[in-house]
């Protein structure tokens, strides 16, 4: 493909439309296409289309729960060639939920990993879990879940307990097979994002 017609195919500078999983799908009116290009070209945007590997990484994003998200991001961040990133560090906000589909969409077809880091089924994060499930052939190649196991079988069931997400999680964990990655502490959660390459 010439970089002419590229260009005529870029859904947003630098973000191809046949590159994206659900080009058909995105369809927005000019202010949120603007908003959304806003957000996405920057510094971040720029070190992310320079990066060898680009690690998505996605789960909760509050309490404990999103400190350990940040945690894995930054392990990950940390590495040579390499960036990870969230949606809210594009500057994603609850109050643009609009945006938010799109803005996965085109961050998960650039990136080289998708690294879910989940811990119940308990927040938005459960949609993420459900636009994974959709992609599931798309992403599986690059996709790794990063699943906390509980103490206890009544623990794990309090925790994931939400039989949709359930069903959700249990195709993409077949779907990845060994790219399922257990863990119960953070020490675990540090020895498992070391298995990522």
Do not use: C
């Not at 392990?75 to 969230?86: E, H, I, P």
């Amino acid at each position: 493909m010439s970089e002419e017609s590229d260009a005529d195919d870029e859904f947003l500078e630098g973000v191809v439309g046949d590159r994206l999983r659900n080009a058909d799908e995105l369809s927005l009116t000019p202010e949120q296409h603007q908003r959304l290009k806003d957000w996405l070209h920057g510094e971040l945007f720029t070190t992310l289309r320079r990066a060898e590997r680009r690690y998505l990484v996605v789960g909760s994003g509050s309490g404990e729960r999103g400190e350990r998200r940040t945690r894995v991001r930054d392990r990950l961040d940390r590495r040579r060639n390499a960036t990870a990133f969230r949606l809210e560090d594009f500057g994603f906000t609850s109050e643009e939920l609009d945006l938010w589909a799109p803005a996965f969409d085109i961050l998960s077809a650039r990136a080289t990993h998708v690294v879910g880091v989940i811990e119940d089924f308990d927040g938005g994060h459960v949609w993420e879990l459900g636009l994974l499930y959709k992609q599931q052939v798309a992403v599986r190649d690059v996709l790794w879940i990063l699943k906390r196991i509980y103490r206890t079988e009544a623990e794990m069931r309090g925790r994931y307990d939400n039989g949709m997400a359930a069903s959700h999680m249990a195709a993409l964990e077949e779907s990845v097979g060994e790219k399922v990655l257990e863990w119960e502490t953070v020490t675990e959660l540090d020895e498992a994002v070391q298995e990522i390459p």
